[in-house]
């Protein structure tokens, strides 16, 4: 690796090979929707045809592989929160939620403001021009009730 590229890996920060597994499991699970195809299947395209250099990738299999496990809990779980019939919500807004909603009922190891400030800048980076508005009061509203001690003690 050059030196250039050396240093700015070295500088980058700790926290970037899994916003990096956050992108690429948003690009799998897009494409899964899109297709229904297998987690494992997904899984094997994606690290066949991605650079996952810089990547956490076990944490990316992971989500993958949670969410499609978890569909129809995590589903469920944002329903209460979601202010718009369901073909309101349109396919990528859908995949943003599913993983932020993954990790706040499945990874508490996370804190939940991190991922909601992850899942709004995935809905920056990925989605319509208010979506990341959307996605940040309905994840907001599950953490609420998802984590009402920790949401409660940062208020």
Known sequence: MPAKRRA???SESPFEPRRRARRRALQALYQWQLNDDSAASIIHQF???QNF???DQAYFETL????VAHRDSLDEA????VQRADAGVDQMERVVLRLGALELLHHP????RVVIDEAVELAHRFGAEKAHTFIN????RLAASARPREHG???
């Open 153 to 155: 003690a940062e208020r």
């Open 109 to 112: 190891e996370t804190p939940y």
């Open 8 to 10: 700015s890996r070295a």
């Open 53 to 55: 250099e810089g990547v």
């Open 78 to 81: 944002l329903a209460p929160f």
């Open 47 to 49: 690290t066949e045809e």
């Open 137 to 140: 009061g309905v994840l907001d």
């Open 64 to 67: 993958v592989r949670e969410v």
